[in-house]
């Protein structure tokens, strides 16, 4: 096996997915996150076949079922005056005996991975964060920020879209405006609602759309995608997140009244990054956020996160030399992963630019998702 032991950077879930997968091939892991604990982050997430497929893999899939809402149906998408546009199916990337998608609040998942982590004995290590890292050839050093130097066969740095190892290793790409923003609540749904996507009439401002995704029985997330900018007025969150959703009717009337200021819900910037150069140098790799971030336009962020993950434990672990296996670990996943990219740029700028001659959204969704049924 080419390492036995590994410091990984960042407990998101690149990070937890790439610990569990390394611990379930008997390397002894270590994983130090930044933060002084694992927050409860409210925010919905669109999980979609092919990460399922990974999280069956490393052990987690039931508890991430039971914490979900699974979308068999489809996405519904509507006019703004609430009426049925057309029904869209999704490509079961994860194969045919796993939902399409799930919807599921990003906590869960991420308090399902870290205790899947412990059941495995990584070593947790919270505010701790690397501060610097040296090759030696068959080792990595690691400063991290409690003092201690220690040697690693491998360093994998997945301290996401903000990471300031990135540059250390070399790669000069920065996180770039989408010419998007989005605001995201969680509220209540009808049983009815089964995941929609809503459109606006022609000269309606504000949003590009809003949408939901179910997350249990009773409760989905909601989004609004609009300009990267708030708008300066004096409502406080909530009440500028109904404003957004005024043009939208049927279900969004309901959605819309059932956002208020006991809601988690916030605002931000899309931003995205695609490292096209090497992700490694020496026995050091970044993966996840930190060298690929898309515009969440067809729900694969966290996919291709997870999907890294997996491969590259897989990859690490075999028999040869470690260089050979992060060169070839790149090579296959770089180009899958600039489809996903490319796919979502493309998506955004239709967004930012609606009535551009030839957009056809569905089908750029339809083909990006259908090239991600054969295996990562
Ligand atoms: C608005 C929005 C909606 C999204 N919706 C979806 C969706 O529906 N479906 C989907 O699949 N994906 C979605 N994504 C993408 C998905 O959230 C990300 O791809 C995924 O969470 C990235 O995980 P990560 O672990 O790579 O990075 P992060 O989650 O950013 O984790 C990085 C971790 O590293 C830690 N860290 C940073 N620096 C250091 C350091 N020096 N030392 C130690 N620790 C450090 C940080 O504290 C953090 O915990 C969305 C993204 C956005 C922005």
């Known amino acids: 096996m080419a390492v036995r032991s590994v410091l990984i950077v960042g407990g998101g879930i690149s990070g937890l997915t790439t610990a569990i997968a390394l611990a379930q091939r008997d390397v002894r892991v270590t994983l130090v996150e930044r933060a002084p604990a694992f927050a409860r982050v409210g925010h919905g997430l669109t ?4 990460a399922l497929r990974v999280f069956r893999e490393i052990g987690v899939l039931d508890r991430v079922m039971q914490h979900s809402h699974p979308e068999e149906e489809g996405v519904t998408l509507f006019h703004s005056d609430g009426s049925v546009m057309m029904h869209l199916e999704t490509p079961r990337t994860g194969g045919p005996d796993l939902p399409p998608t799930i919807g599921v609040l990003r906590a869960d998942v991420h308090e399902i991975l870290v205790e899947r982590a412990t059941e495995l004995g990584v070593e947790l290590r919270l505010g701790t964060e690397l ?13 991290l920020s409690d003092g201690s130097t220690e040697f690693w066969d491998l360093v994998i740095v997945a301290d996401g879209i903000r ?5 250390k290793l070399g790669i ?19 049983p009815e609602m089964t995941g929609g996507i809503a459109f606006p009439a022609p000269g309606d ?3 590009f759309k809003v949408g939901y995704t179910p997350i249990s029985a009773t409760q989905c997330y909601v989004f609004v995608l609009c300009s990267p900018q708030r708008t300066a007025n004096d409502l406080p969150d909530w009440q500028e997140m109904r404003r957004l959703m005024e043009p939208f009717h049927g279900q969004f009337d309901w959605l819309r009244e059932s956002i208020d200021d006991s809601r988690f819900l916030n605002f931000q910037e899309i931003e995205w990054i695609f490292a096209e150069g090497p992700w490694h140098q020496g026995r050091v790799i970044a993966i996840g956020e930190a060298v690929h971030a898309v515009p969440p336009l067809i729900a694969q962020g966290a996919a291709q996160c997870v999907e890294d993950a997996w491969l590259l434990a897989d ?24 489809g996903v990219v490319d796919a979502s740029l493309q998506l955004a700028y239709w ?3 609606p009535g551009t001659p030839g957009a056809d959204p569905g089908r750029v969704m339809a083909q990006s998702l259908i090239a991600l049924l054969e295996p990562a």
């Open 163 to 167: 990471s300031q190892t990135r540059a």
């Open 351 to 353: 967004e930012c630019h």
């Open 172 to 190: 000069p790409d920065e996180p770039a405006p989408s010419g998007l923003g989005i605001w995201r609540a969680v509220t209540d749904r009808l």
């Open 205 to 207: 401002e504000g949003a």
């Open 47 to 50: 999980v979609q076949g092919n």
């Open 315 to 338: 990859y690490v672990t075999r028999e040869g030399d470690l260089e050979t296996q992060l060169t070839e670990f790149e090579a296959r996943r770089k180009p899958r992963i600039k």
């Open 131 to 143: 501060v610097s890292f040296d090759n030696h050839g068959d080792s990595a050093s690691t400063l």
